[in-house]
């Protein structure tokens, strides 16, 4: 008799119903003792609730004064302010410069524009650019400026509805000298309005205060004035339990919540006490429901956190899956325990050694194809350009300066060409067309026009991506060994698409050659003058397509035709003229 397991339990399973064990019994015992604790648990809730609010409005604020801290160091980052700054007063372009910066609220990015009323911009020379007289810099703020050094200065005027931002900033291509000053003035009506923005509700009063104790704004709720002279709180107390990480406190059955802002100011509310007799008188209702919910968040959330697990270890499972499909880049971006965290970085560490070894070898293999295709076209080019040079010295001898002119602006424009493909081994076929009759105006010029060139190309094919060089080399061939003896020759070159490939045919109708000696000349493994060109453009493409795709030689009539295949890459569909 044959003993049969029990298929186990999945984990997914097991977690399911441990975490609804683990929900279900912890509230159960909370709902029987939460009557007695109910106050506590209240005022710590509502403690957090207004800080959050308080720390929220003053997030909303900071947001506000950062933005114009980092504008003062705007001018530095803005071209024509930057210039405007630096360039000496002196200088003949100094007006036309401060001119373009005139208009200096349009020069600031949008974001940062929020409540800023006005902006004066100082050189050090006493020059400035202001948008109105209510940034004049002041002997005072020259003081306080100075003192501060590259500091940004707030100060918050009593008698206005603004405040005011000062900054002295260096030159920053010079930083042993300073560049000017800059002072914002920012609306106290749009602070007010950023405050109102985060109102609790209409229990809560909200104040401003400065480092010298003056109350600079109130949100008034409708008791405020009793609020702030019932506690007539000082600016070192309130920073004092701001700065030790006081949550907000209950005094007097208020709720009294402060946060220190970044440029000195302090935010801080007060909550009217029936606040906290409204919240006590809803918690009955609130837990019935509460108990419900939690009947069901329990199970939701036992089969959210039990996916949550068993997820990261199936996805590390698919991630090994693909290992072993020879996908050796996989690496695994898991979040989640220990444990998890552990086994992602060693698999991680494992692909990234197996990747290391496939690099060494297989793509080592790759680089080195790559560096003999690049041998390879290096060893074309130098022999056009010597046979070039030749023509063109024999032209100037005889003084034909015109012709000369004209062979040696198309050999710029060739080597422009040539030089601007060296960190690629691929052109479109419109650049290697317009290569090849730079060439072909060349020859035309050598030979007197004894040599008809005629090239047949559609334009729909001119947009392909094809190795390059390789057409200039064909015709050279051509003009070397078929029609060296031959004062009135052809060649016709022909460029079409057959299928999913690209044929280059270059024919000529000088003298034939045998198509076994061309065969018997291409496959041997001696290096020689004769068929070099041929040689290394049978290599290239092989090295770069494989062993399908070469250059074959036949006869047809009377013309000897080189023909070669590649396959057909990328389309930009480009129409341009060829003319050199």
């Not at 209240?42 to 950062?66: G, R």
């Not at 009593?158 to 920012?186: C, M, V, W």
């Not at 006590?280 to 956190?305: C, D, G, I, K």
């Not at 790559?370 to 074309?380: A, F, G, K, N, P």
Request: net charge negative.
């Amino acid at each position: 008799m044959k003993l049969q397991f029990k298929r186990p339990i999945t984990m997914r399973r097991q977690i399911l119903v441990l975490f609804v064990l683990l929900m279900l019994i912890p509230f159960i015992l909370l709902v029987l003792i939460a009557d007695i604790i109910f106050t506590t648990h209240a005022q710590n809730d509502l403690k957090t609730i207004y800080n959050s609010n308080v720390t929220e409005m003053a997030n909303s604020l900071d947001t506000l004064f950062t933005n114009a801290t980092d504008l003062t160091l705007f001018p530095l980052t803005e071209d024509s302010m930057r210039t405007y700054l630096t360039i000496p007063s002196s200088n003949p372009d100094f007006l036309r410069k401060k001119q373009k910066s005139s208009n200096i609220r349009n020069l600031i990015p949008y974001g940062y524009r929020e409540g800023i009323l006005s902006i004066g911009l100082y050189r050090e020379d006493g020059d400035y650019i202001i948008t109105d007289n209510t940034v004049k810099y002041t002997e005072t703020d020259y003081e306080n400026v100075r003192k501060h050094d590259l500091l940004p200065f707030w100060y918050f005027p009593a008698d206005e509805q603004s405040i005011f931002l000062l900054r002295h900033f260096r030159n920053p291509t010079n930083f042993s000298e300073y560049a000017g000053y800059i002072k914002l003035r920012l609306s106290l009506s749009y602070v007010t309005s950023k405050m109102s923005n985060h109102l609790q509700n209409e229990e809560t009063s909200y104040f401003l205060i400065t480092p010298n104790n003056a109350l600079l704004i109130e949100v008034n709720t409708g008791q405020s004035d009793t609020l702030y002279q019932k506690f007539s709180f000082t600016y070192e107390e309130l920073k004092q339990k701001a700065e030790s990480g006081q949550p907000s406190t209950i005094q007097n059955n208020c709720i009294i919540s402060q946060h220190l802002l970044s440029n000195g100011l302090i935010l801080y509310s007060i909550a009217a006490p029936h606040i906290i007799s409204e919240v006590r008188h809803a918690f009955w209702p609130s837990m019935l429901m509460a108990s419900t919910a939690v009947m069901l968040l329990s199970f939701m959330l036992s089969f959210y956190f039990s996916k949550k697990i068993t997820i990261p270890l199936e996805t590390l499972g698919e991630k090994m899956t693909n290992l072993t499909t020879g996908n050796f880049s996989s690496r695994a971006d898991i979040e989640g325990c220990q444990e998890i965290s552990m086994l992602t970085d060693r698999f991680n560490n494992m692909a990234g050694q197996l990747e290391i070894l496939y690099n060494k070898v297989y793509l080592g293999e790759l680089k080195l194809k790559q560096s003999q295709l690049d041998v390879l076209e290096t060893q074309i080019n130098p022999h056009f350009l010597y046979n070039t040079l030749d023509t063109i010295y024999w032209m100037a001898k005889l003084g034909e300066t015109e012709k000369v002119s004209l062979m040696v602006s198309n050999l710029s424009q060739m080597m422009q060409m040539t030089l601007s493909a060296k960190t690629k081994d691929k052109v479109t076929l419109f650049d290697e067309l317009k290569h090849l009759t730079c060439y072909i105006v060349i020859q035309d010029i050598r030979h007197n026009g004894k040599i008809l060139f005629d090239v047949k190309c559609n334009d729909d094919i001119k947009g392909f991506q094809v190795l390059s060089f390789l057409l200039q080399p064909l015709v050279e061939n051509a003009l070397h060994h078929g029609l060296s003896s031959y004062s009135n020759g052809i060649i016709h070159v022909h460029i079409y698409r057959s299928g999913n490939d690209l044929i280059y045919e270059v024919a000529n109708n000088g003298t034939p050659i045998n198509p076994d000696e061309i065969t018997t000349l291409l496959n041997s493994g001696k290096p020689a003058l004769k068929g070099f060109a041929l040689k290394n453009i049978i290599e290239r493409l092989q090295l770069r397509y494989g062993e399908p795709y070469s250059l074959t030689y036949f006869l047809d009539g009377d013309f000897s035709v080189f023909r070669i295949n590649q396959p057909i890459e990328g389309d930009e569909n480009d129409d341009k003229n060829t003319d050199c």
